[in-house]
């Protein structure tokens, strides 16, 4: 199952999880009707003990049916609004802390750590980090919208416990659900189902204020707060069956995506060992994988591992698959014996790079890539570019590791990567910043130039979107203002060059959605104007891909044909940036099943000459990640 195929069984599953939710309140409706002309015909519904049953009454049934669909339609709906924010929100109301990426604690540094390469290596902005340092047991989650609004947390027992490799494997696993959007679908759970758990609440609430209320009152006037207390009972009651409902909802979504995303972990990292040994620690360490936070419910099917303490409604109604049988699929000879866990890990950092390796690997300025290849390499990732992450890693100055983690440091990256080799070019795009830039900060560019200069031309893309989350400190003010300066340095010699165009549109495309500045709200987009957005992304990109016009020509009716259409008679357009920026605007709003022959075409319109630059890989890449298809970077072409 690839990308595509992968989003569109998650909207059928969507279909469903919606299917079940109507079907769960039909029966808390049900249920809640029986619950409230059971407390009245007990009550004689005037607050009487000991009266006559009341009769069957529709609108009474109608009544209550509505106030039980409000309150649960109300109350999903402002869950959905408290989570709008993705991912952040989630962690949030776990406990969860913002890892701060100047820490200098070595666990969470090595998390960072981990997590960066992940993202590197699959195309995707690196997700805000979180700890929850209150949990003790061993446990992590992704959570979002998207890519672009996701975040990752692990419990402090993790990040005590866990190995090197038991992390990356657990960090690959939570990756898989990001880059196959199963966050989606989980956030929007969350918001539907906190409606029905919402009902014991309110019960809990009618119980004890009903509770209080005859205690205050004598026993001849207490009637009325009895009926609170029934009606309270009945709502908890009435609540729990909501849970039941919630659990079961949860168990039909989740558990084979949790098969799906072990191995999805062992693709990425080609390490079984490394996840089956983090199961293994989790089955025997003594606090296991529970959440102890109040809302661990509400997202208890966002875990890596089950959080919730099973005893009421046992190991069938679990959101996860048993532990053994998740070992037994990552390491056949596992026989089901665990030891006890202990503390063993180790905080230096690991290198997946033997020392020959480290010297024997040069890149030139080309990349190898099929363009047959792009579609199945969408969403995901694989061993040899996270090895490929590593070398980068290495190759990349101490100093501007540092610089990337502050939003100081994260601005002069950004622009001395923009800062021109010329020297009288350079010199004019630092004059046009004199005024847009505070005076320290232009200083900081210009001896950041000297370290950039050392990065690989393959590596400067990746290093640009490891400045992105420290840029999401900055306001959005300064935010505006980073654009304007970034639009000026780019047009200062009047010459767009590929990798400029590349540099902005990343940065635009994972920064404007933090600062509010782009919507994720779907829109419909017919069919004309799909096709005129299609033409026009795949001319500019045939154009950028090739210097021969007959060459661009045939390779733009090549893509054009991928999308099932024939070229029209006439000269091969010429789009501007701006028209490809508004093409690519778009077509981001087509449903992902329409967006696969969009990128198949993409990839043959500017790989088909198999003599491909960085700064060509470099476009086509951004302008698929910008449609909301995450891509790896290609490797580059390496010479012993």
């Known amino acids: 199952m690839n990308f595509f195929e992968h989003q569109d069984w998650a909207r059928r599953r969507t279909g469903l999880l919606v299917l079940l939710f109507v079907v769960a309140v039909v029966l808390v409706v049900l249920v809640a009707n029986v619950a409230v002309f059971a407390v009245l015909s007990v009550s004689g519904g005037d607050g009487r003990a000991g009266a006559e049953a009341i009769d069957f009454s529709w609108p009474l049934f109608a009544g209550v049916g509505f106030a039980v669909v409000a309150l649960i339609g109300g109350a999903s709906g402002t869950k959905m609004l408290s989570l709008r924010r993705g991912g952040g929100a989630v962690a949030e109301m776990l406990g969860g ?30 997700p805000l980090i979180y700890v929850l340092d209150g949990e003790q047991g061993i446990n992590a989650f992704a959570a979002g919208h998207g890519v672009e ?13 866990f190995t090197r490799d ?134 208890s ?66 990349v190898v890539a099929a363009p047959s290849s792009v579609v199945g390499s969408v969403g995901t990732t694989d061993a040899d570019r996270m090895v490929y992450d590593d070398i980068m890693e290495i190759e990349i100055p101490a100093a501007i590791r540092t610089l990337l983690k502050s939003p100081f440091g994260a601005v002069s990256v950004l622009f001395a990567l923009l800062l021109d080799d010329d020297d009288a070019r350079r010199e004019q795009q630092l004059a046009l910043l004199d005024g847009q830039l505070q005076p320290a900060v232009i200083q900081e560019i210009i001896r950041t130039y000297q370290q950039v200069t050392l990065v690989d031309r393959h590596a400067r893309l990746p290093v640009a979107d ?41 940065v635009r495309y994972r920064m404007d959605r933090h600062f509010g500045l782009r919507t994720a709200r779907a829109r419909h987009v017919g069919e004309s104007e799909a096709n005129a957005a299609t033409e026009t992304l795949l001319a500019g990109l045939a154009r950028i891909g090739h210097d021969d016009e007959r060459q661009a020509s045939s390779a733009y009716a090549a893509a054009l044909r991928k999308t099932g259409r024939a070229v029209r008679s006439g000269q091969l357009p010429n789009p501007s940036a701006s028209e490809i920026d508004r093409a690519i605007a778009s077509l981001s709003h087509l449903p992902m099943r329409r967006k696969q022959s969009i990128v198949d075409a993409c990839a043959h319109s500017v790989l088909a000459d198999a003599d491909v630059t960085v700064e060509e890989a470099e476009l086509l890449r951004v302008a698929i990640v910008a449609l909301g298809c995450p891509l790896p970077p290609f490797l580059p072409a390496a010479t012993a």
């Open 166 to 299: 038991e992390l990356q494997g657990v960090i690959a696993h939570e990756f898989s659900h990001i880059l196959n959007r199963d966050v989606r679908l989980n956030t929007r759970l969350t918001g539907l189902l906190f409606g029905i758990l919402v009902l014991s609440v309110a019960g809990r609430l009618l119980l004890r204020g009903g509770a209080h209320a005859r205690i205050g009152r004598s026993n001849d006037r207490g009637g009325g707060a009895g009926a609170a207390v029934a009606i309270g009972l009945a709502l908890m009651i009435v609540g729990y069956i909501g849970v039941f409902f919630g659990r079961l909802i949860k168990q039909a979504v989740s558990r084979q995506r949790e098969y799906l995303a072990d191995a999805s972990a062992v693709q990425f990292t080609r390490n079984p060992e490394g996840l089956a040994s983090a199961l293994k620690r989790i089955a025997g360490y003594a606090e296991g994988s529970v959440i102890e936070a109040p809302a661990a419910e509400e997202v």
């Open 97 to 126: 802390r913002l890892v701060n990426e100047m820490s200098d604690d070595p666990d969470e540094q090595r998390l960072v750590n981990v997590v960066s390469e992940m993202a590197i290596a699959s195309g995707t902005p690196v």
């Open 301 to 366: 099917h966002f875990f890596f591992a089950d959080g919730m303490r099973s005893a009421f409604f046992g190991k069938l109604l679990s959101t996860h698959p048993p532990l053994q049988e998740r070992i037994r699929r990552l390491d056949p000879s596992f026989d089901g014996s665990i030891d006890e866990a202990t503390t063993t890990h180790s905080t230096a950092p690991v290198s997946m790079l033997s020392a020959d390796m480290q010297d024997g690997i040069e890149a030139d300025d080309r």
């Open 149 to 161: 609004d996701a975040a990752v947390a692990v419990t402090r027992g993790a990040l005590e416990q």
């Open 466 to 506: 490891l400045a992105m989350p420290a840029l999401r400190a900055v306001s959005q003010n300064q935010y505006e203002q980073l654009l304007h300066a970034l639009d000026i340095v780019i047009d200062a010699d009047d010459h767009l060059s590929l990798h400029e165009y590349a540099i902005r549109t990343i």
